[in-house]
């Protein structure tokens, strides 16, 4: 292997997906740790950080070079800290008592438990659907659900600033993919006007809360353009289950179209606090699911304390008791001091508050100083999103107090001065 001087490496993180021309399988990884020993800025620092406690709004990291500090946690999805509500742990407890840790099966071969249907039935309920089901893993519930539904013969219209998981999903299924700009409704219409007569298979998919920016998807006019050019529309509400809509039923809520939506996926992880994601439909649908989606029939369950945990969970969301409201004022309150600081942070409607950066090394080296200034935040570029659109992303947190708040955006301001970014 040639062995290139680190500074003279395009240090892209793309640069080290493929292996190249005569390269065998791990070379790649060879020329990658190169980079990466050489200390050039790439925002590996954090790699290796682990927590030394449960959440919590002031956490214990141990950093890669060992040293032990306290942070602000402003980047944890677990943005209710629900996890750590007294009934949730009684519950999970309860069911790792019983089941133990771990199901030992798929679902469909022995896998679940009461829980596991507990919990669909719950999610159901909550969403005023026929059924609903449970995947072990967010992300394997988009794969699932996207090729056990679409194949050639079909047409995916995405939003660009959909997630990941969603994008892989679509390019698996082996469907036409089109993509509009976020959020732009005209375009959107553009793409449905175009599609051929005979193309039938028509679904739209767009996130709910948009996972980087915080913003919420125009659901009232997805569903509208839907009708009218007969396309089913599939939601992935990661980051808006249980948070924003009148009584935290998500996104299609907050928009007024609950009950038209024909998949209503969401996440397990976020501000659920668990792990896994579930599609509610009808019952034909999620029979079916249950059959194709392979994310669902060639993966092992969730396990029972998760599905317990969650069930209490889906009890607190149900009386809009998980305190969506204190959070989503604490979003605020941060959003609009960071603002009036002259910070650029886009349009959130949620917990997540993007700091537009626009500039890699420093995004780099900024999420390195404010970790060690006492407030963890998470950065967001290439391959989440483009690198010129390159940011910090807040997550606020219910538990964090307003003593808190205010020295995590004393930080940012001092560090935003700085850095020139304000
Ligand atoms: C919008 C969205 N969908 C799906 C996922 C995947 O969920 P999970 O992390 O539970 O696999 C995420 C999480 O990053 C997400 O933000």
Redesign the pocket.
């Known amino acids: 292997m040639i062995i290139t001087e680190p500074e003279s490496i395009n240090i892209k993180f793309e640069n080290f997906s493929q292996t190249l021309k005569n390269e065998d399988i791990f070379e790649k990884t060879k020329r990658l740790d190169i980079v990466l020993k050489s200390g050039v800025l790439t925002g590996s620092e954090a790699l290796g950080m682990i927590c030394l406690d449960k959440l919590s709004p002031i956490m214990k990291l141990k950093e890669k070079n060992g040293f032990c500090h306290d942070v602000i946690m402003l980047g944890s999805?677990s943005y209710l800290n629900i996890a750590n509500h007294p009934k949730v742990i009684r519950a999970s407890r309860k069911a790792l008592e019983k089941f133990s840790m771990g199901m030992g099966a798929v679902s469909n071969y022995a896998g679940i438990c009461n829980l596991h249907r507990t919990l669909e039935e719950k999610i159901a309920k909550f969403y005023n659907c026929e059924d609903a089901i449970v995947f072990p893993?967010?992300?394997?519930?988009?794969l699932g659900v996207i090729t056990a539904l679409c194949s050639s013969n079909d047409i995916i219209i995405n939003d660009s600033a959909?997630?990941?998981?969603?994008f892989d999903g679509g390019q698996l299924s082996g469907a036409k993919i089109k993509v509009y700009p976020h959020n732009n409704m005209k375009y959107l219409e553009r793409i449905l006007e175009k599609i051929p007569n005979d193309i039938k298979g028509r679904l739209i998919i767009t996130?709910?809360?948009?996972?980087m920016d915080g913003d919420i998807a125009y659901l009232d006019k997805i569903v509208q353009l839907a009708k009218k050019y007969n396309c089913k529309v599939m939601v992935?509400?990661?980051?808006g289950l249980g948070i924003v809509g009148a009584t935290g039923r998500g996104s299609a809520q907050a928009k007024g179209v609950l009950g038209q939506i024909d998949l209503n996926?969401g996440?397990?992880?976020?501000a659920a606090g668990g792990?896994?994601?579930f599609c509610a439909s009808t019952k034909e649908v999620i029979q079916y699911l249950r059959l194709y989606a392979r994310t669902y029939f060639f993966s092992t369950a969730l396990s029972a304390n998760i599905a317990g945990g969650l069930i209490e969970v889906f009890n607190l969301f149900e009386k809009d008791k998980a305190g969506r409201k204190e959070l989503l004022e604490k979003a605020r309150y941060l959003d609009d001091r960071l603002k009036k600081a002259g910070f650029e942070t886009g349009h959130s409607q949620s917990a997540i508050i993007p700091v537009m950066i626009y500039d890699e090394k420093k995004l780099f080296r900024l999420y390195q100083e404010l970790r060690y200034e006492g407030l963890y935040v998470n950065i967001v570029t290439y391959p989440a999103t483009r690198r010129k659109l390159c940011r910090l992303r807040l997550c606020a947190m219910k538990d964090l107090s307003y003593y808190q708040l205010d020295r995590a955006i004393d930080i940012l301001i001092k560090k935003g001065k700085q850095f020139s970014i304000i």
């Open positions: 999805n893993s967010g992300y394997g519930t988009n959909n997630h990941a998981s969603i996130d709910g809360v948009f996972s992935d509400d990661a980051h996926v996440m397990l992880s976020k792990l896994g994601g």
